[in-house]
């Protein structure tokens, strides 16, 4: 835990992933202070679950309130880099949902603000950060388990359901784009298994062969990737049956020159219930690690940071070097497919 109690509030509630930020937090010993979204129905259905959480009047009045720490939102994603702008220029950090931008120009400003006020920027790379398997793969990477990581294979299936998205969710310049939105957690995983400072985009393709009727959606995507200390791919996808039963069959794949790692984050098809599933297979053996009860380290560590002006959790660079890639391979994909042009 940080030395003192962490305040922070809550800003736009468009995506769900807010509900786990804020468990992350409040697990991790943090305090929630006020909260505010401008649609009435999305601060119902959150008072719903924080009935004691005062409701602010306006963002400015959580901006100028000096006792509060940090800053975490899940809004429209074309939304989330200018609201934390604002949040650093007011002397606060930002805790936000992936992903953090949906432009190089937005992620080139934010770099410039926070070099000037030194305050946290943390995009959320939920996939690794609060995965028990993801956690323990790196406890078995930094062991040497496999020798030396040279790829790592990002697998993202989503199921889309769209008849339960917002607008915003079909509308490119609002989420993004599919390797910049639920791509980026590949982009970090990939950074963060190899130890790289750097890294280029090979080739990237995004397409639209499912949803005609919403031409802007991108439903299907992949990147090829090299640094100096290895390669990688990634697949991303809006295609996972009704028939699975999870939103979506997630897997990771970590090759070393001694062994591999994979990981079925959400659902074992061979019949283990639950998700958080690891496999080691190396030089000793295979073996099976069930990850369920994997203590996770990332939120106790941001709320050290956040008190320390440390960057235990993720360093700053690493964080934007992941969204760097993802907007870059979006900007240079191929589009495939019912896709518009780009505007």
Not at 304 to 313: L, S
Request: glycine share 10%.
């Amino acid at each position: 835990m940080a030395d003192r109690k962490v305040r922070f509030a809550a800003i736009g509630f468009n995506h769900g992933h807010i509900y786990g930020q804020i468990a992350l937090l409040l697990r991790s010993g943090a305090e929630l202070v006020s909260c505010y979204a401008p649609e009435p129905e999305l601060v119902a259905e959150f008072h719903k679950q924080y009935p004691q959480v005062p409701l602010a009047r306006s963002i400015s009045e959580i901006l100028d309130d000096p006792s509060i720490d940090l800053v975490t939102s899940a809004g429209i994603p074309c939304e989330r880099a200018p609201l934390g702008l604002d949040v650093m220029r007011h002397g606060k950090d930002f805790f936000v949902d992936k992903p953090g931008f949906t432009t190089l120009e937005q992620l080139e400003r934010v770099r410039c603000v926070q070099a000037e006020q030194k305050r946290i920027y943390s995009v959320f790379y939920g996939e690794r950060l609060e995965n028990p398997s993801s956690v323990k793969a790196a406890e078995l990477v930094n062991s040497g388990a496999i020798g030396d990581v040279v790829q790592t294979i990002g697998l993202g299936p989503h199921r889309a359901a769209p008849s339960s998205r917002p607008p915003w969710f079909f509308k490119r310049q609002q989420y993004g784009g599919i390797l910049c939105d639920i791509g980026s957690h590949q982009f970090d995983q990939f950074l963060f298994y190899l130890g790289c400072e750097g890294a280029q985009v090979i080739s990237a393709q995004v397409a639209n062969y499912r949803y005609p009727q919403h031409p802007e959606l991108e439903d299907f995507g992949d990147v090829v990737l090299r640094s100096n200390r290895g390669c990688g791919y990634l697949r991303v996808d809006w295609y996972s049956p009704d028939g699975l039963n999870t939103w979506g069959d997630g897997r990771l794949t970590i090759l070393g020159t001694e062994g591999y790692i994979e990981i079925r984050k959400n659902c074992d098809l061979a019949g283990r219930s639950g998700g958080h599933h690891l496999f080691l297979i190396n030089q000793k053996g295979t073996h099976y690690f069930d990850c369920q009860h994997v203590d996770l380290p990332f939120g106790p560590a941001l709320l050290r940071d956040v008190v320390n002006r440390t960057e235990a959790a993720m360093p700053q660079a690493h964080c934007f070097l992941a969204s760097e890639l993802a907007l870059r391979a979006q900007a240079s994909a191929v589009r495939l497919g019912n896709l518009k042009q780009m505007f």
